[in-house]
T-cell receptor
Framework: KQEVTQIPAALSVPEGENLVLNCSFT??????LQWFRQDPGKGLTSLLL?????REQTSGRLNASLDKSSGRSTLYIAASQPGDSATYLC????????????FGEGTQLTVNP | NAGVMQNPRHLVRRRGQEARLRCSPM?????VYWYRQLPEEGLKFMVY????????ESGMPKERFSAEFPKEGPSILRIQQVVRGDSAAYFC????????????FGSGTQLSVL
């Protein structure tokens, strides 16, 4: 059974810092991995999707890497802003269990002005 | 193009009542997923539907829960005889086709069982 763990559970940083969020998964037979953002009282927004054959994806100030064999992914946020404050969720899709996603419990990020 | 619409946003039910949660996917999306987020827990997959078909219901509790996605109209998640443990945020997500992995989530329905 796939388990997804995110560290740290919460993170508070001053504006402008570069930061790294970590995600690990126990079963490396994944099809892809996604990073989502969840704002309070709202749904999830997809940030980056990395296919199992890829090493990283970039979008603006966000960069996500994937090391499938070691079961790890990181989300790097450059020059953080208060508007980045949210919960960041990592989710994996398995190779052989259909299209459902297994989510981590998230990292709650606060960027202080 | 409106996003994924879920209603109601908040639903209060007493123990033993029925809860009906609705999800209208984005226009042109024929794949719908339901996820549940219990307090202090991550999102858990419940069910995956395409129009008129249940594709994967491996995450649905065996009793009291059912889901449908009819040819016309929204997807419905139905919970019969609710209990306090059903209190959670229920999220719907949709995507346009089997080849497009990007999921679009609704804002969720917060179910509170008194």
């Amino acid at each position: 059974k796939q388990e997804v763990t995110q560290i740290p559970a919460a993170l508070s940083v001053p504006e402008g810092e570069n930061l790294v969020l970590n995600c690990s998964f126990t079963d490396s037979a994944i099809y892809n991995l996604q990073w989502f953002r969840q704002d309070p009282g709202k749904g999830l927004t997809s940030l980056l999707l990395i296919q199992s054959s890829q090493r990283e994806q970039t979008s603006g100030r966000l960069n996500a890497s994937l090391d499938k064999s070691s079961g790890r992914s990181t989300l790097y946020i450059a020059a953080s802003q208060p508007g980045d404050s949210a919960t960041y969720l990592c989710a994996v899709r398995q190779e052989t269990s259909g299209s459902r996603l297994t989510f981590g419990e998230g990292t709650q990020l606060t960027v202080n002005p | 193009n409106a996003g994924v619409m879920q209603n109601p946003r908040h639903l209060v039910r007493r123990r033993g009542q029925e809860a009906r949660l609705r999800c209208s996917p984005m226009k042109g999306h024929s794949h719908v997923y339901w996820y549940r987020q219990l307090p202090e827990e991550g999102l858990k997959f419940m069910v995956y539907l395409q129009k008129e078909n249940i594709i994967d219901e491996s995450g649905m509790p065996k009793e009291r829960f059912s889901a449908e996605f009819p040819k016309e109209g929204p997807s419905i998640l139905r919970i019969q005889q609710v209990v306090r443990g059903d209190s959670a945020a229920y999220f719907c997500a949709s995507r346009p086709s089997a080849n497009n992995e990007k999921l679009f989530f609704g804002s969720g329905t917060q179910l509170s069982v008194l």
